[in-house]
């Protein structure tokens, strides 16, 4: 079974710090993705990054970085000098390859409140 | 390029109704999944069609059901509402159907079931 643990319910950071939000994903399968999704109070879950399971470097965008560590089975994504637009709840998702599905499976999501 | 659009965006109904969700994925994408978001969880997988066949279906009961249209549109369909089914319903459409393909979601539907 896959399961996606997010174990930070909500964040509040002063704006300008930075933050990491944690993914812990648990799957039999050797092949996989790992997905960040945000979701701003609009409702609209937001393409953040996609990670397969063979591609273990790390990531960085802009003031956005990923941590992806098999060995611990973590996806961990930092936000560097938060702003006030980083304000929402963030997702972190797994879909497995094997089955040929196309669905994710979704932790309970993180709410990020950055302040002003 | 437009996103995935959704309608209506936000809908009332009573216990024992039915309610149908409409879906347009992104121009190109022939793939559409449905979600169910309830307060303060992750979204869960309902349905994925593709080329106009269901694909994928999660735990859900048989009052739900959905169809994919030629022009790659969906429809979302819950019969005998429970007030449990109170949620966002989400729609996400992807190029093809294959598990590396990026999903992209639209705004959702919020539906609160009285």
């Known amino acids: 079974a896959q399961k996606v643990t997010q174990a930070q319910t909500e964040i509040s950071v002063v704006e300008k710090e930075d933050v990491t939000l944690d993914c812990v994903y648990e799957?039999?399968?050797?092949?996989?993705?790992l997905f960040w999704y945000k979701q701003p109070p609009s409702g609209e879950l937001v393409f953040l990054i996609r990670?397969?399971?063979?591609?273990?470097q790390n990531e960085i965008s802009g003031r956005y970085s990923w941590n992806f560590q098999k060995s611990t089975s973590s996806f961990n994504f930092t936000i560097t000098a938060s702003q006030v637009v980083d304000s929402a709840v963030y997702f972190c998702?797994?879909?497995?390859?094997?089955?040929?599905?196309?669905?994710?499976?979704f932790g309970t999501g993180t709410r990020l409140t950055v302040i002003p | 390029d437009a996103g995935v659009t959704q309608s209506p965006t936000h809908l009332i109904k009573t216990r024992g109704q039915q309610v149908t969700l409409r879906c347009s994925p992104i121009?190109?994408?022939?793939?559409v999944s449905w979600y169910q978001q309830v307060l303060g969880q992750g979204p869960q997988f309902i349905f994925q069609?593709?080329?106009?066949?269901?694909?994928g279906r999660g735990n859900f009961p048989d009052r739900f059901s959905a169809r994919q249209f030629p022009n790659y549109s969906s429809e979302l369909n819950v019969n005998a509402l429970l007030l449990g089914d109170s949620a966002l319903y989400l729609c996400?459409?992807?190029?093809?159907?294959?598990?590396?393909?990026?999903?992209?979601f639209g705004p959702g539907t919020r539906l609160t079931v009285l």
């Open positions: 996400a459409s992807s190029l093809v159907r294959g598990p590396t393909d990026t999903q992209y």
């Open positions: 799957t039999r399968d050797t092949t996989y993705y």
């Open positions: 990670r397969n399971s063979f591609d273990e």
């Open positions: 998702a797994l879909k497995i390859i094997q089955t040929g599905a196309n669905n994710l499976f």
């Open positions: 121009s190109g994408h022939k793939s």
């Open positions: 069609y593709y080329e106009k066949e269901e694909r």
